[in-house]
């Protein structure tokens, strides 16, 4: 699946974002590192296993 873009203050919002295929709250299973300033972080559903990756800037407001 594509990686979705999201900036330090959008990853807030990234804690459990809502799962694509059924709309249930997904889990952060991996953080990795990117290019500079940048983090994948990959999200997994518990109810359907739907997977979700998404690339977050770097930055004190996306320490979780």
């Known amino acids: 699946s594509p990686i979705s873009q999201f900036t330090a203050t959008d ?3 990234l804690k459990h974002p809502a799962c694509g295929r059924c709309g249930q709250p997904m889990w952060l299973m991996r953080i990795r590192p990117a290019t500079l ?3 994948i972080r990959t999200f997994e559903c518990a109810d359907c296993g739907q997977t979700t990756c998404l690339s ?3 930055g004190p407001s996306s320490q979780a």
């Open 11 to 13: 990853a807030r919002k």
């Open 56 to 58: 977050v800037a770097n």
């Open 37 to 39: 300033g940048q983090q």
